[in-house]
């Protein structure tokens, strides 16, 4: 594609997940100008499959992103580029994105009348050797999207809080045993007490390292014999913004780490719009992370842009005709 520097976009669309995509597909479809930009980098890179999405159950994560830009190619108005958005600053009544290893090398910069951002999250996991190269396999944290094909077999969950209570609680319908790795931390009474009550396993010894054994995993413990696992889900990672511009922007956060937004995707600052696990409702206390969400996300932030063009457009209906 070729980017037009001089052109005043009605929307750029920063990431190239589920949520950017929907996002740009519902602007298309309103004919509006839009330019999603992708810079490949994804927080299920590590995932074989995606699950729990009507349609795609087992979809690989690449194949749904090649349809759905197939998809974008029958839109005129849409433009999709593979490239990085460093920095996205005001510019009078419009916004200005910095694009960097655009096409033909060297940067660039695009304006435009609003902004979806949907660069989602990265994840931040415990030190555990092994545990990174398994993430998104073996290892993962949502047993709505890895939980059932874990059914029959022997389950780890990773984490001593009272997550790990809630968690062998979801997974007692999918797996045939269950051991929670408490790795060296203290249990709480109520926790421990809900682990016994539901014959859940406790290892406190400290983990000293988890590798691949066949479909599963073997977890090695400081003191104690080797755990042999069907899969693993962890309860102690944390996220962060995986780009900068939440704190370039100055939006509004929450204290999950997430830009607050309302049922719309409308951020703080006019203009500037969030979809995907990187922003959520203040009535919830974390991202609903899944395809499906992230999806549902990126319709609505679209919804909301073009909603608010309509209104500009209705209070000042002089630019609307032109």
Same mark, same amino acid.
């Given at each position: 594609?070729?980017?037009?520097?001089?052109?005043?976009?009605?929307?750029?669309?920063?990431? @190239?997940?589920? !949520? *950017?995509?929907?996002?740009? $597909?519902?602007?298309?479809?309103?004919? %509006?100008?839009? /330019?999603?930009? +992708?810079?490949?980098?994804?927080?299920?890179?590590?995932?074989?499959?995606?699950?729990?999405?009507?349609?795609?159950?087992?979809?690989?994560?690449?194949?749904?992103?090649?349809?759905?830009?197939?998809?974008?190619?029958?839109?005129?108005?849409?433009?999709?580029?593979?490239?990085?958005?460093?920095?996205?600053?005001?510019?009078?009544?419009?916004?200005?994105?910095?694009?960097?290893?655009?096409?033909?090398?060297?940067?660039?910069?695009?304006?435009?009348?609003?902004?979806?951002?949907?660069?989602?999250?990265?994840?931040?996991?415990?030190?555990?050797?092994?545990?990174?190269?398994?993430?998104?396999?073996?290892?993962?944290?949502?047993?709505?999207?890895?939980?059932?094909?874990?059914?029959?077999?022997?389950?780890?969950?990773?984490?001593? @809080?009272?997550? !790990? *209570?809630?968690?062998?609680? $979801?997974?007692?319908?999918?797996?045939? %045993?269950?051991? /929670?790795?408490? +790795?060296?931390?203290?249990?709480?009474?109520?926790?421990?007490?809900?682990?016994?009550?539901?014959?859940?396993?406790?290892?406190?010894?400290?983990?000293?390292?988890?590798?691949?054994?066949?479909?599963?995993?073997?977890?090695?413990?400081?003191?104690?014999?080797?755990?042999?696992?069907?899969?693993?889900?962890?309860?102690?990672?944390?996220?962060?913004?995986?780009?900068?511009?939440?704190?370039?922007?100055?939006?509004?956060?929450?204290?999950?780490?997430?830009?607050?937004?309302?049922?719309?995707?409308?951020?703080?600052?006019?203009?500037?719009?969030?979809?995907?696990?990187?922003?959520?409702?203040?009535?919830?206390?974390?991202?609903?992370?899944?395809?499906?969400?992230?999806?549902?996300?990126?319709?609505?932030?679209?919804?909301?842009?073009?909603?608010?063009?309509?209104?500009?457009?209705?209070?000042?209906?002089?630019?609307?005709?032109?």
């Amino acid at each position: 594609m070729t980017i037009a520097p001089d052109k005043t976009y009605d929307a750029v669309v920063i990431g @190239g997940g589920p !949520a *950017g995509l929907q996002a740009a $597909l519902t602007l298309g479809r309103m004919r %509006r100008d839009v /330019v999603a930009f +992708d810079s490949s980098e994804y927080r299920n890179a590590s995932a074989r499959h995606m699950h729990n999405a009507v349609t795609n159950d087992g979809t690989s994560p690449e194949d749904f992103r090649t349809a759905a830009r197939a998809e974008l190619a029958a839109y005129d108005t849409v433009e999709t580029c593979e490239a990085k958005v460093t920095e996205v600053v005001p510019e009078g009544d419009l916004w200005s994105v910095r694009v960097d290893a655009a096409p033909g090398g060297g940067s660039l910069r695009v304006r435009a009348k609003n902004v979806v951002l949907a660069t989602g999250l990265r994840d931040t996991l415990p030190d555990t050797p092994g545990l990174a190269d398994l993430w998104g396999d073996v290892v993962a944290q949502c047993p709505y999207c890895h939980g059932y094909e874990l059914k029959g077999r022997h389950v780890a969950i990773l984490g001593s @809080g009272p997550h !790990a *209570g809630r968690v062998s609680m $979801l997974l007692a319908r999918i797996a045939d %045993r269950i051991t /929670v790795l408490a +790795d060296g931390e203290d249990l709480e009474g109520e926790t421990r007490e809900l682990l016994a009550r539901n014959g859940v396993d406790v290892r406190e010894e400290p983990v000293t390292g988890v590798h691949r054994h066949g479909e599963g995993a073997v977890v090695s413990f400081a003191d104690g014999p080797d755990e042999e696992i069907g899969g693993m889900f962890v309860t102690t990672s944390s996220f962060a913004q995986a780009a900068p511009f939440a704190e370039q922007l100055g939006l509004a956060m929450l204290p999950s780490g997430c830009i607050r937004t309302d049922e719309l995707g409308r951020t703080s600052r006019d203009g500037i719009y969030a979809a995907g696990d990187l922003a959520h409702l203040a009535s919830l206390p974390m991202p609903l992370a899944s395809v499906v969400t992230a999806t549902s996300a990126g319709l609505l932030a679209a919804t909301a842009v073009d909603q608010d063009l309509v209104d500009a457009a209705i209070a000042d209906p002089a630019p609307a005709m032109a």
